[in-house]
């Protein structure tokens, strides 16, 4: 058993079945029940809120095109090595097709997801005069149970590497062994997280408090986790032996931490 799990890469394969000349990849497969798990909750939870299950499933729609756009934005201009290619030919981002074979498509950040998410939430706010910390409260709820099945779509998608270690559970990447990090970051930044704001779900003191809880609680547990992950091939080490995710992950704690005393003194 230990066995194949050390070689999980090489007995598994990223394709869970093809239809016809498009194959469909475990990623998507997690991808697409994450979503379905977000709006769950969002739904199950709506009242709690002030919201009705009609009013989520429409604003669903609006965050969800809000995240795939941010999220393969913010991938383009931060993490890529062809942002002067995709700045001048916007449309390639999304083009799932390359020379005439559908490959989908790879390259999606967190954070880029966020702002994406951020904006739609606030443009939707804005259209139908709602509290949009109130909204974010309902998605920091929402979304960390979902995000674990982002995370081990990443896993079954042999992406996101961990470093190289000489643990009993680690998993080889050719001849190396590296750590599983895709699942701690399923642990600690869906899991652990979810455990955080459903404790503070049951006393919310002011509008705003959950969604900054999340912040900083899903800062800390990416900071963290990126001690154990590779950092990208094409950025390294930023500064200070940290990677481009420790950075953006210590901006987003900063951020989180000044928004809630903000709301907390403005409440």
């Not at 969002?42 to 965050?63: L, R, T």
């Not at 081990?152 to 599983?180: A, Q």
């Not at 503070?200 to 990126?226: D, H, M, P, W």
């Not at 032996?241 to 005393?261: K, P, V």
Request: aromatic share 20%; proline share 2%.
């Amino acid at each position: 058993m230990l066995e194949f799990w050390q070689h999980f890469y090489e007995n598994t394969n990223r394709v869970a079945f093809s239809i016809g000349m498009f194959k469909i990849h475990y990623y998507a497969l997690c991808y697409i029940a994450a979503l379905l798990i977000a709006l769950y909750i969002g739904q199950k939870n709506a009242h709690k809120f002030g919201f009705s299950k009609k009013e989520i499933e429409n604003y669903f729609i609006w965050i969800e095109i809000g995240i795939i756009l941010g999220a393969r934005i913010g991938y383009i201009l931060v993490y890529s090595d062809d942002r002067a290619y995709y700045l001048l030919n916007p449309w390639q981002m999304f083009n799932p097709f390359s020379n005439g074979e559908f490959i989908g498509i790879a390259g999606m950040s967190y954070h880029g997801a966020l702002f994406g998410a951020l904006i739609a939430t606030y443009l939707y706010a804005k259209k139908y005069k709602k509290n949009m910390f109130k909204i974010l409260d309902l998605v920091a709820l929402s979304v960390p149970l979902g995000y674990v099945f982002g995370r081990i779509g990443n896993f079954l998608n042999h992406e996101l590497f961990g470093r190289i270690t000489d643990v009993s559970w680690g998993v080889y990447v050719g001849n190396e062994l590296r750590h599983p990090s895709q699942l701690y970051e399923a642990f600690t930044e869906g899991i652990l997280t979810f455990l955080v704001i459903w404790y503070f779900s049951k006393n919310i003191k002011f509008n705003g408090q959950l969604i900054c809880i999340y912040g900083i609680t899903y800062s800390i547990a990416r900071f963290v986790c990126e001690f154990f992950r590779e950092p990208d091939f094409n950025l390294g080490f930023i500064a200070l032996n940290l990677s481009m995710g420790q950075i953006l992950s210590f901006i987003m704690f900063l951020i989180s931490i000044a928004l809630y005393f903000y709301l907390k003194k403005k409440n």
